[in-house]
């Protein structure tokens, strides 16, 4: 390998330019993400029962999901909410459950009893809970316009144009008034024509319905006809007949009735800095990147907010996971340039040579590169632990590459020529080097094989650094080499110039630290009790942070992101109004 690079430099420019090119362009295409994808193992159930009251939905729906799914293998903990028209049910597994076939055991216990949930039920929705799930983007619509006008265009014409965007999975709307027709029965009026309400409501029924009634055919075309009796006005529907008399006279919808178009009653409300508006919840896909995907909604509303100037129009947007994930990712970026110029600088002051600290550093990107072709592999994401992995590894990635440069400076203090030099300073050490750099991938690769929740998120931490180190192996023997062939040369500290001078200021301080090191070290092996017991007393002491609780333990470092989330639970029973009360207090 190192003869090799030595003779045909030309194949060592080409693999090189290659792996540059190739990693640059996996780097652009990688997706950003805050943490890593991973799945917790919590599987939830949810069902929508229209129109029934909390304790209906309580002790008709829940209760029976619970006792169904009581006996699901690997369950830990089970947890229920019953509000009005819905039921959720979360399920908590344990570490070592697969939450693909414990969604399987629960949707096949959940069609067992079907048939003995009520009638007019949903079907359950059972799904496994994810990180990717969580919306990405929460924005607040505000316009000057009838509210249920407004419910209509958020449905119709905002939320289809979000959805279409590339990369959304799902777009929800919070909140808004839907149009809806009533129909206020007056009972009295219902006594003096002998009618009930059941007869009013089955004679809309039967006058408002569309379906498909057969098909004319001719020679060489087929039509489909279809009854149409849909409404179309509200006079229509205040002329709907409700019953006819024996004299042929009829009663109408509007002799019994007062028909109002409306607004359907609100079961949900959204407000932001306390002024009423339609939430709209982005949801991003799980391979879509989250930085993509809210410039391109930023982008999309901007551009509705012209279409509907108008009717002012406004979007607000409320939380934004990008903005704190870019400046995450940026944070980490600029940490790992300042590890690459900081080790440049020691390189420069141990090497004193400008040349070979250039050249040590050329291990670093090169390393790097094919680290992001891997991730890309692999399907990872361009992340804070993939990135925190490179950081960890700018340290490691030059230690190859400035024992070669040592020891062939060596061999040029030696006499020999550059090119005889980089071919047995190189070689002398290469066993060594191999040895050292398999002990740090030995080390980081039973992180690659860890599962359960840990095992996603240390993944993409070990990869990369597994990675830059072989590359790291691969550079400093045969590029490294190469360019000390070309371009290495001995550079005299004993010259009155500048570099000449601060060389020979940092090797004398340098000879004072080794010194004050060498003091302390025969102070040491002189007092070997005293070493020995203030060793031993500082490990009890360490052990002690743990066990009073100094230090504490958690599951991922607490982060802050500049928001807080209130969540208030009220009794079941706790109308839309009075829960609207007690909030805005």
Request: aromatic share 8%.
């Amino acid at each position: 390998m190192i003869d090799l690079s030595l003779k045909r430099p030309l194949i060592v420019f080409v693999l090189f330019s290659a792996i540059a090119l190739l990693g640059f362009a996996t780097f652009k295409m990688l997706n950003i993400d805050l943490l890593p994808k991973f799945e917790t193992n919590v599987i939830t159930v949810s069902t929508i029962y229209p129109g029934a009251s909390a304790s209906e939905i309580e002790s008709s729906v829940t209760k029976k999901i619970e006792d169904a799914l009581s006996s699901l293998e690997n369950l830990d903990k089970m947890k229920s909410v019953s509000q009005e028209g819905v039921s959720f049910t979360t399920i908590e597994l344990k570490s070592s459950a697969d939450p693909n076939q414990s969604v399987q055991d629960a949707q096949r216990k959940i069609n067992a009893i079907i048939a003995t949930l009520p009638t007019g039920i949903k079907s359950p929705v059972i799904s496994k809970f994810s990180m990717s799930d969580s919306p990405i983007m929460k924005i607040a619509a505000t316009a000057d316009m009838e509210p249920a006008k407004f419910t209509k265009i958020a449905e119709d014409k905002i939320k289809p144009r979000l959805s279409k965007l590339k990369g959304v999975g799902q777009v929800s709307l919070l909140g808004g008034r839907e149009r809806e027709i009533k129909v206020n029965v007056d009972r009295d009026k219902l006594k003096s024509y002998h009618l009930s309400v059941l007869q009013v409501l089955m004679a809309i029924q039967r006058a408002n319905q569309d379906f498909p009634t057969g098909k004319v055919e001719e020679t060489n075309k087929q039509y489909t006809v279809r009854l149409s009796a849909k409404y179309s006005s509200l006079e229509e529907l205040k002329n709907t007949a409700v019953i006819v008399l024996n004299n042929n006279s009829k009663v109408l919808v509007r002799d019994v009735a007062e028909v109002l178009d409306g607004t359907a009653e609100e079961d949900q409300l959204s407000r932001l800095n306390n002024v009423s508006s339609i939430g709209i919840q982005v949801q991003k896909q799980s391979d879509a990147n989250t930085v993509e995907v809210a410039g391109l909604v930023k982008s999309e509303i901007k551009e509705i907010e012209k279409e509907y100037a108008s009717d002012k129009l406004r979007f607000e947007v409320a939380t934004d996971n990008s903005t704190f994930t870019m400046e995450s990712v940026n944070s980490v970026v600029e940490d790992l340039m300042l590890a690459v110029l900081i080790v440049s600088i020691v390189s420069f002051l141990f090497l004193h040579s400008m040349r070979s600290a250039v050249i040590v550093m050329v291990a670093v990107p090169l390393s790097m590169l094919p680290a992001f072709i891997f991730l890309y592999l692999f399907g990872y994401t361009l992340n804070l632990m993939s990135l925190m992995a490179l950081s960890l590894a700018v340290g490691i990635l030059v230690d190859d590459s400035i024992v070669v440069v040592e020891n062939i400076y060596r061999f040029l203090e030696m006499g020999k020529s550059k090119l005889e030099a980089a071919r047995e300073g190189a070689k002398q050490i290469l066993y060594t080097a191999i040895s050292i750099t398999l002990v740090i991938v030995i080390v980081f690769l039973p992180l690659m094989i860890t599962g359960g929740i840990i095992g996603n998120i240390l993944k993409q931490f070990a990869l990369p650094l597994i990675v830059s180190t072989m590359s790291s192996l691969l550079v400093s023997f045969t590029l490294t080499p190469l360019l000390l062939s070309k371009f290495g040369r001995l550079e005299d500290i004993s010259a009155n110039t500048f570099m000449g001078r601060f060389s020979r200021g940092f090797e004398t301080g340098f000879d004072k630290l080794k010194r004050l090191y060498e003091s302390v070290l025969n102070w040491g092996l002189s007092h070997r009790r005293i070493f020995y017991v203030s060793v031993i007393v500082l490990f009890f002491a360490t052990m002690t942070l743990f066990t009073a609780g100094l230090i504490g333990t958690a599951f991922v470092p607490a982060t802050d992101q500049g928001e807080f989330i209130v969540d208030l639970e009220m009794s079941p029973q706790i109308s839309v109004f009075e829960n609207n009360q007690v909030t805005k207090q």
